[in-house]
C-alpha cells in the first residue's frame, strides 16, 4: 500500500472517468445542469440599429445649436413603436417619434431622449443637442452571427438561460446526470427507522453522501447498510451496479472487520488502494466493477465528506461533461495561527468570511474525523499544505468554498 498525495490521487482518478453521454432538455430545465454544445448565435441581437430611449430620431447637425433657452423646431413625420420597421427616410428638419427598442430610421444618426423635447401638435422642439450615435444601439451589440455565447462544459446559470433565448434555442443538449449507488457498511450503522441502542449509531453518512451526490449534479441512489461480512457486501456490491457510480463508506481502513477492501479485491478491476497524505481520510479504495468506477470512501463522517468533495465530485462533473471539476478557492486572511505535523494536507473546516472588502477565513477550534459538528458551522475547507508544521495568524490561505 502506496501513500500518495491528493492531487496525484485525483489525477489518477479523473484519468479513469469517461464523460457520458448527452440528452436534450427543455431551457426551462436546464438550470444547474452541464452544457454539452457550444451555443452559437444564428444572427444579431440586436438584429438592427434601434433607439436606447424614448425620444426622436433626428439628424444631429440639426439640433447641433438647441439649448433650453432657444430649442430647434422639427417636423415629426411618422411615429413608430418597437417591431415595426420605420415608412419614411428622416430629411434635413425632420424628426420620428421613436421608442426604446424600435429601428433608426433611414436619414436619422441620433436619438433625443423624451424628458429633452417639447411636443406640440406636428412638430417638437428640441432643448439639447446630440452625438452622432447618441441613444443609438448598435446592431449586434450583445450578439454577433456567428458568435459562441456559452461554452461546452458551463454550469448553466440563469443568465445562460436567457442567452440562451436570445439566440433562439427552446432545446439545449447536457450532459447525462449519472446515477450514483450509495452503499453504507458496518454492524454498528443503523438506519433512521430502525431502533436503535447501546454501541449503534444511525447511517448519517449514506444520507449526507446522498445530499452530496445530488449537489454535484448525480442523482443517487440510496441502497442502505451492509453488514460487515464478504458475502453481503459483494451482494450489494453486485445490486448496486446497475447504477453508473458506486460509492461506499466505511471497511477500507486496516481494522480486522474492513471488508469493503477484501470484497472490492475479489470483484473490482485494477482495484487501488491507498493512503492519501491527507487528513481527515487516508484511507481510499478506487477501481472498477464491470467498467463502473467504484470509490471505497473511509468510515468517520468527516473524512467521508472531505474524501468525497476531493474524489467524487470531480469525477461526477467529469462523468457530466463540466469544465470546472474542482470546488473553487479563495484567498483569505487566517485569523488565528495553526500547527500541525507535517507529512499530510489537512482539510480544516473553516467559516470564510468577507468583511470591509477583506476575506478572513476561522478555522473551526475543534477538528477530527468523527467531529462533523465543526463542518456543519463552515463554508469552505481550508488547505493546510502537506509539508508545513505552522501557519501564522495573518498568512494568507487557501480555502475550498463549498458553496
Ligand atoms: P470504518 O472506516 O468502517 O472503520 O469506520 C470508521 C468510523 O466511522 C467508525 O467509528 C464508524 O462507526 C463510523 N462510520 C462508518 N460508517 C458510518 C456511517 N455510514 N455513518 C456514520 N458513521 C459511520
Ligand atoms: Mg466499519
Not at 433657452?69 to 413603436?81: G, H, Q, S
Not at 463540466?322 to 495553526?338: C, D, E, M
Request: net charge negative; aromatic share 4%.
Amino acid at each position: 500500500m502506496s501513500l500518495i498525495k491528493v492531487d496525484e490521487a485525483r489525477e489518477i482518478i479523473l484519468g479513469k472517468i469517461e464523460v457520458q453521454g448527452t440528452e436534450k432538455i427543455s431551457i426551462n430545465d436546464s438550470l444547474g445542469r452541464i452544457l454539452a454544445e457550444d451555443i452559437v448565435a444564428r444572427r444579431n441581437n440586436p438584429p438592427m440599429d434601434n433607439s436606447a430611449m424614448d425620444g426622436y430620431a433626428l439628424i444631429a447637425a440639426d439640433i447641433e445649436s438647441a439649448t433650453p433657452e432657444n430649442p430647434v423646431k422639427l417636423d415629426v413625420i411618422e411615429d413608430l413603436a418597437a417591431g415595426y420597421n420605420p415608412e419614411t427616410t428622416v430629411k434635413p428638419g425632420q424628426a420620428i417619434r421613436i421608442m426604446t427598442g424600435a429601428p433608426i430610421p433611414e436619414g436619422s444618426d441620433a436619438v433625443i431622449m423624451q424628458e429633452d423635447t417639447e411636443r406640440n401638435g406636428n412638430s417638437v422642439l428640441v432643448k439639447d443637442r446630440a452625438d452622432v450615435r447618441e441613444n443609438i444601439r448598435d446592431a449586434g451589440e450583445d450578439v454577433r452571427e456567428g458568435e459562441t455565447v456559452i461554452h461546452k462544459g458551463a454550469d448553466i446559470r440563469p443568465s445562460h438561460i436567457g442567452m440562451m433565448a436570445v439566440v433562439g434555442r427552446s432545446t439545449v443538449f447536457v450532459g447525462r446526470r449519472p446515477r450514483v449507488a450509495i452503499l453504507s457498511t458496518g454492524d454498528e450503522i443503523k438506519d433512521l427507522d430502525e431502533p436503535i441502542s447501546g454501541p449503534c449509531i444511525y447511517n448519517s453518512n449514506g444520507y449526507m453522501l446522498s445530499a452530496q451526490i445530488k449537489s454535484a449534479g448525480g442523482i443517487p441512489s440510496y441502497l442502505g447498510i451492509a453488514r460487515d461480512d464478504e458475502k453481503d457486501l459483494m451482494e450489494k456490491f453486485k445490486w448496486a451496479l446497475q447504477c453508473d457510480m458506486v460509492v461506499s463508506s466505511g471497511g477500507v481502513s486496516v481494522g480486522d472487520y474492513d471488508l469493503v477492501k477484501a470484497s472490492l479485491k475479489k470483484m473490482g478491476q485494477e482495484m487501488l488502494f491507498w493512503k492519501v497524505a491527507m487528513k481527515p481520510g487516508k484511507p481510499l479504495a478506487f477501481g472498477r466493477i464491470d467498467d463502473i468506477p467504484i470509490f471505497g470512501l473511509p468510515g468517520n463522517p468527516v473524512s467521508s465528506f472531505v474524501s468525497f468533495e476531493q474524489f467524487v465530485r470531480p469525477s461526477i462533473r467529469k462523468m457530466m461533461g463540466a469544465t470546472q471539476l474542482t470546488h473553487r478557492t479563495v484567498q483569505a486572511k487566517l485569523t488565528r495561527t495553526i500547527h500541525k505535523k507535517a507529512g499530510r494536507l489537512h482539510f480544516l473546516s473553516a467559516n470564510v468570511q468577507w468583511e470591509n472588502g477583506a476575506c478572513t477565513v476561522s478555522p473551526a477550534q475543534e477538528q477530527g474525523s468523527g467531529i462533523l459538528k465543526s463542518a456543519v458551522n463552515a463554508n469552505g475547507l481550508l488547505i493546510f499544505p502537506l509539508e508545513l508544521a505552522e501557519i501564522a495568524e495573518g498568512t494568507q490561505v487557501t480555502v475550498q468554498m463549498l458553496e
